[in-house]
Structure formats: C-alpha cells, structure tokens
C-alpha cells in the first residue's frame, strides 16, 4: 500500500499556484471538502466534461443527453431510497467528538501495516459491513486499537447510521411539506424522464440516457483534497435494457468504460477493477474502475447493474406506469438499468496526478529541472502558447494573425514578455503542449519554431501549418 503523500501534496500546491483549483472562499480561511475551480482548471474540468459527453452522446446513435434540475420533488428521495438507505455507518471519539466513517477509519489504519495484514483486516471489514453487523464493527476497531487521529484515543461511541443528504427548504412556509433536497446524485433526475425522453424521442430499448451535473453529499471524514468533496460533479449514463440481458450489458460497459479511460493514454497498469462485496440496495452487481493515485488504489467511477429496482419505484410512489412496450417480443415490461456513474472532479485529479512530472534537466554540472503536465493534447486547458521573439519589428503583428487564424478552433496563449525559455517553462507547468516562437526568420522564409512540450524539441514549419499540427494532434 505505498503512497506517495509528498507527491500529492505538490500536486495540490501545483493546482494552486498555476490557477487550477482553489479552497473555496478562501479569504475568509475555506470551506471543508468545497474548492473552486481556476482559469486553467475549469477549462481542464469543461474539456473533460466534453470528452466524456462527445464519447457517450455524439459516439452512441443510441444515447441521448439531459439536463435536469439539481431540485426534485422530494418524493424521488423517498422512492430511490436515499432517504431511508443513503447513510453511512459512523462512529464518534468520546474524548475529541470527532466523527469518523467507519471504513474511512479502517481503511486508514489498514494502510500503516503490513500489505497481507491490511489486506486481511479490509477483508474482515467487507464481511462486517456485508452482514451491517455495527457491534461487529465496533469491536473490530477496539480490538485493532485504532485511535482517533486528534484524541489519540480509542474511546468510541457505537457504531450509527448517519444520513449524507443536506436538506433545506422551498418557498416560505417552514412546514415539513417543503422540505428539499439537493440532490445527491444526478441519477433520479434520468429515471424520472425515462418516459419523457423514450417518447419524445422515439427511443428503442436498448438505450441510454446520459447527464452531467452538481450532487452534493455531506461526507462526514471529507479530505484528500477534491477526491472527496461535499459538492461536486458527476457524469452518469443510465442504460435501459431487456430484463435478462443485464449481465451481459453489464459485462459490455464495463469494458467499455475502461476503454474511454485507455483512450486517454494512461497506462492500463494505472488501473484496476474492484468488484464490490456489499451492493447497494438496488444493485444485483457493481465494479469500480480504480486508479492508482499517489495516495493508492482508489475509485474513479462505478458501473452498477441497478436491475429494475428506480423505475418500479418511482412507478410505485408516483402511481404512474413508467413501463416499454417492447415491439421485438411484444411484450411490457419495466426496462433493466445498466449505470456508468464517474466523478468529474476525480476525473479531474486522476488527469492531474497522471500529467504531473518533475523533470530533472540537469546536464553537464549544470542544475536544471522543470514542473510539466503532460495533459493529452485534446484535454489542455491551452492548445496553443504564441510568442514573438521580441516586442518589435512586426514580429508581435504575425503572430496576432496566427492567434486570429487559430483561437476559433481551440485555446491559445499570447505572450510577448520574458525571455523564450521562461515562457517556455511557464507553459509546462499548466500543461500547454505546442508553444510557436515568432523570430526575424518567419518575415524572411514564412517558417516558425515549433516546441513539443513532451520532448522539449524544436522544428521549423511553416506558418500556415501551425493550425494544422495542433489541430491534428487535438482530434487524434
Ligand atoms: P465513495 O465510495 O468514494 O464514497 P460512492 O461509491 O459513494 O463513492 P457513487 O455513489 O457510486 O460513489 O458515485 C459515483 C462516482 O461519483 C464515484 O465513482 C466518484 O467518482 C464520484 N463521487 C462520489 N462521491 C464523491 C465525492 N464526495 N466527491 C467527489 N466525487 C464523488
């Protein structure tokens, strides 16, 4: 279980200092698991976002796109069963009153010991929580000794259900009618349109619909920067399928969607499957795809065979038929559901953690490194660094035309202060992989000087070629 916390810890300040992510409301000191995203960030995070809508919509003839409301009628929690099933088993230090999540605290004692004794112990936690045996759990803790991190102590409360939905109220009136929640998932919003969409739409099982958006859950042990967050965002693709087919569906996304995370260029050892021991209340089988962040193996998306179990709910609680008439077999039936549910933030801190070199440059006696993102072309927040050489001689006209012909297909940069080489390194740090240098030479022969960001090298191409070249690499 080697982490690598140095290494995340300068990818955090990384974010900071190049404008890619900050603590939320900072000036007055942040606020616990919010972060808001920087000019580089959110443009990063916006080109993620497309790259998984593009896949799933654009790519599929048979998935089509939504956008619901973060508020729902409050019914919809009572019917997928957050508002009875949507908690965690936590547990309180006496002596500091801190509040843990159980697996978070084992999980965490689990990653000081040895590999086959922390293994062993997750093991005993999975049977544990499998069976939600809490007094079993409690005892598993007392007996390992684990201490709370601020106390020091093992002085626990029992073992408790605490629900992760934050509340608030619509309208006026403060009655228990309009109580709301803000949705803690984007999911329901797509089972309460499937007729919606299906109809309008034409649509034929098999078929997917797929949404982006804001959940929030209030995570109690809320840390690791925004790989746990109380608002964030997710990218779900709900597919609607024959019952009886989900087992092969299921095994078809889940491939699928490690294909999408491949495409990518992260190597495959980077990632792994874990299929999950306790299913949630709605699913008949469940896998994470996890990455290998410098602080360990950890889940990225989960896909999730949710059987008919949303649907016939809502049917139930809403007393409206939601059900297909299926043409093929001539037959009704309420659709089976395969889920893909990713993180766009962790999406994002994978893209991050996985772009994030220190590079040592140093040659011949001379000390010498950089900070590079190696973001896939098509996911840089900038495409394309413009820089004349020097501030005249009609070197900064050229290369205002080159920005003209070029910032309507993706993001350029301008930049005429500094020496080269440190605009050059300014560019590696926020992931930039093209940057074009300007000199006396284009006004003679019409060629600039080309830098890959990866290799450091420099060619002369043309100039009418610039466009050509990014674009290409942008679309491979
Ligand atoms: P975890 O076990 O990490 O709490 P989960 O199994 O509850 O996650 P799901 O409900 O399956 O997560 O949500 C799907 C995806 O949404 C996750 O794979 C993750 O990428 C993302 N996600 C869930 N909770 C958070 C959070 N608090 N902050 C950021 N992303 C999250």
């Known amino acids: 279980m080697a982490t690598d916390q140095n290494k995340f810890q300068a990818i955090i300040s990384h974010c900071k200092e190049y404008g890619f992510v900050f ?6 000191d942040g606020l616990s698991a919010v972060y808001d995203y ?9 080109n993620i976002r497309d790259y998984w809508w593009k896949s799933m919509t654009q790519m599929h003839e048979n998935i089509v796109g939504i956008d619901a409301a973060i508020f729902m009628h409050p019914t919809t929690w009572k019917a997928s069963g957050h508002v009875d099933n949507f908690s965690d088993p936590m547990i309180d230090n006496k002596d500091s009153k801190k509040r ?8 965490a004692h689990a990653e000081t010991l040895p590999a086959a004794e922390g293994e062993a112990l997750l093991a005993q936690m999975d049977n544990l929580l499998k069976e939600n045996d809490f007094a079993g759990l409690k005892k598993l803790i007392e007996d ?8 020091g102590t093992s002085n626990w409360t029992d073992v408790r259900q605490f629900n992760l939905m934050f ?4 309208g006026s009136v403060t009655d228990e009618a309009s109580e709301i929640y803000l949705r803690p998932e984007t999911a329901q919003g797509i089972f309460v349109n499937f007729l919606n969409v299906q109809k309008t739409g034409r649509m034929k099982i098999p078929f997917g619909i797929a949404q982006t958006g804001k959940a929030f859950r209030n995570e109690i042990v809320a840390r690791q920067f925004i790989f ?3 608002e964030f965002e997710q990218m779900e693709m709900q597919f609607f399928i024959r019952p009886g087919t989900q087992k092969e569906w299921y095994a078809y996304w889940k491939e699928e969607r490690l294909k999408w995370h491949l495409s990518l260029g992260v190597s495959p050892e980077k990632y792994r499957y874990h299929d999950h021991v306790k299913l949630a209340h709605y699913a008949d089988a469940a896998v994470d795809i996890e990455y290998e962040f410098p602080i360990g193996f950890k889940e990225v998306e989960g896909i999730h065979s949710r059987t008919d179990f949303d649907l016939k709910s809502h049917q139930e609680y809403s007393r409206k038929k939601i059900q297909y008439f299926d043409t093929e077999i001539n037959q009704n039936y309420v659709p089976y559901v395969i889920e893909t549910s990713i993180g766009l933030d962790r999406m994002f801190l994978l893209t991050i953690c996985n772009a994030y070199e220190e ?10 490194s950089r900070v590079v993102m190696r973001f896939p072309a098509k996911l840089a927040p900038i495409q394309l660094a413009v820089f004349p050489l020097t501030k005249k001689d009609g070197l900064p006209e050229i290369a205002r035309e080159l920005m003209d012909k070029c910032k309507s297909s993706f993001f350029c940069f301008y930049e005429e202060k500094d020496a080269i080489g440190k605009r050059y390194r300014r560019q590696d740090a926020i992931g930039t992989p093209f940057c074009v240098t300007i000199d006396h030479q284009t006004k003679e022969d019409n060629t600039v000087t080309i830098r890959y960001r990866d290799s450091m ?11 050509e070249i990014v674009l290409n690499k942008i679309n491979e």
């Not at 843990?100 to 999980?107: F, K």
């Not at 590079?359 to 010498?368: A, I, T, V």
């Open 23 to 28: 603590p939320s409301s900072e000036i007055y």
């Open 38 to 46: 920087g000019q580089y960030g959110a443009q990063l995070k916006k």
């Open 359 to 368: 590079e040592d440059l140093s040659k011949d006696g001379k000390e010498d």
């Open 228 to 230: 746990r967050m109380r």
């Open 144 to 151: 390992k000794k684990i201490k709370c991190t601020v106390s």
């Open 100 to 107: 843990y999540r159980v697996d978070h605290l084992i999980e």
């Open 457 to 467: 090298e420099q060619e002369r191409v043309p100039l009418d070629k610039v466009k």
């Open 167 to 170: 509340s608030t109220q619509l």
